[in-house]
């Protein structure tokens, strides 16, 4: 088998991380990019201790939109940058790897959709003060053209950071609702990347070891915000997760999910969680064993029948996402029939990412539409 795994050039972990991460040795002057609640938490306060040349830029309001990656270019540019940290969800490390990027290409980030990003971008530091989205170990960015109301997943080697400092004890103070949605995100990405057709023995060893620390602590982090030893284990697994998506990528619930949240506003790990239990249980149908294989390793099922623990850990998976109080497209507020009437694009725009072609199952434009339509039954 052929495979090649990347990663970001460092990481360091644990309480406190930021004091041994050497920051001064990426620059003098870095940006920080982060949003408005960000800038003024205790992490970012601690963050300028070791960076006091930074420049905060905190125009990083929901998800990023082409828009705000203009701006910090702008910010990094004005203020003679040499650097940029990314500190936040995932929105703000998606951002800093953008606005790296395009601090150096130049022109309209629109315009590298579909394209390997590449050149020699300043260095980047990422710090998630969330447990989900993993853009801390990846080469993806995700930026929202509101011209033509698609999200464009974009990515490159070069969009890896230099550095990743996790340090669980700034995830303490994220909302529930952020729990819920950033560790359903880390979820998916290790479910999606293990039963994907580029996965590989080690994306599978991470892949298992992440979905078994989210079924053992997600429910806890969720009920119980400052169980530090729930934090620090969905933290890790969701670095774990976005090594995963790194390496085997997404698959179908990541493609047909980022229409619904450019086109109805819907956070991502919320759309996503919305999806899993559809999408996932189409996926199984083409690789049973994979699913299997995981309800065992996560403790969810002994049978040995491989469609009956697939369809075990479709029922867990279920089980985890009422523990989260994820909502159904009418419980968040959408409407059906504005739903049905863009079904067309957002079925065009899934196929068009290319995600689910990474599904282990084949995937037509009609099966897209079919589980759209079957997430109002």
Request: some cysteine; hydrophobic content about 45%.
């Amino acid at each position: 088998m052929d495979f090649q795994i990347v990663l970001p050039g460092k990481t360091i972990a644990g309480k406190g991380a930021l004091s041994r991460a050497g920051l001064e040795k990426y620059g003098k002057k870095p940006l920080i990019v982060t949003g408005k609640h960000t800038a003024k938490s205790q992490a970012a306060a601690e963050l300028l201790k070791y960076a006091p040349g930074g420049v905060v830029f905190d125009g990083i309001t929901g998800e990023p939109t082409v828009e705000m990656i203009n701006a910090g270019v702008a910010a990094y540019h004005e203020n003679s940058c040499d650097h940029v940290i990314g500190i936040g969800g995932g929105s703000a490390l998606d951002s800093a790897k953008a606005i790296a990027a395009m601090s150096v290409l130049g022109g309209n980030i629109a315009d590298y959709m579909g394209k390997e990003i590449d050149g020699e971008f300043p260095p980047m530091v990422l710090i998630p003060t969330t447990a989900g989205t993993g853009s801390e170990a990846t080469k993806f960015t995700i930026i929202t053209d509101t011209e033509k109301d698609i999200k464009m997943l974009l990515k490159g080697d070069k969009l890896l950071p230099d550095l990743a400092v996790l340090d669980y004890s700034y995830t303490l103070s994220a909302p529930k609702s952020v729990t819920a949605a950033t560790g359903m995100d880390a979820l998916t990405h290790a479910i999606e990347s293990y039963t994907s057709r580029k996965a590989n023995p080690i994306t599978d060893t991470f892949a298992l070891s992440a979905l078994k620390r989210i079924f053992a602590n997600l429910p806890t982090a969720y009920s119980e915000p400052e169980n530090e030893t729930a934090r620090e284990q969905m933290l890790i697994a969701a670095y774990e997760a976005g090594v995963c998506i790194n390496n085997a990528s997404v698959t179908i619930v990541h493609g047909m999910s980022r229409p619904i949240g450019a086109l109805f506003h819907v956070p991502h790990g919320i759309s996503n969680a919305m999806l899993d239990i559809k999408c996932l249980g189409f996926a199984a149908q083409g690789a049973p064993g994979k699913f299997a294989e995981a309800a065992r390793a996560v403790g969810v099922s002994c049978n040995d029948d491989d469609s009956a623990a697939a369809q075990d850990f479709l029922t867990a998976l279920e089980k985890l996402c009422g523990a989260v109080e994820i909502p159904t497209l009418a419980e968040y507020g959408i409407d059906r029939g504005e739903f049905f009437a863009a079904m067309d694009k957002m079925a065009d725009d899934a196929l068009a990412s290319g995600s689910p072609a990474n599904t282990i199952r084949e995937v037509a434009k009609q099966d897209i539409l079919d589980i759209y339509a079957s997430l109002w039954d």
